[in-house]
């Protein structure tokens, strides 16, 4: 999933279907009812949260890492395009 991930565009819908299940049995492996709430599961510990990472956030973050380092290839063709493409922006 690490690789595949920046290079993706999956809807919310998707990615809740794809983490639904290893999500279970994460929490089921914790010994916490696979039914608890997904806002706190997600929820960042400061706030009483058990901080799991939601494979959207991971996406995003991977996809924005993916740009910066094609953006930081100024001589390679792919960061000449992508310059390209922001100035157009």
Do not use: C, W
């Not at 595949?4 to 914790?30: F, G, N």
């Not at 939601?54 to 290839?73: D, F, N």
């Amino acid at each position: 999933m690490k690789y595949t991930l920046p290079i993706t565009a999956l809807t919310r819908k998707q990615v809740d279907q794809i983490q639904a299940r290893p999500t279970k049995a994460i929490l089921s492996s914790l010994v916490i009812n696979r039914m608890f709430p997904r806002a706190v599961a997600f929820g960042p510990p400061q706030y009483g949260g058990l901080g799991l990472q939601h494979l959207l956030t991971k996406q995003g973050t991977s996809q924005v890492a993916l740009i910066i380092g094609h953006l930081r290839e100024p001589f390679s063709d792919k960061g000449k395009i992508s310059l390209n493409n922001l100035d157009y922006a």
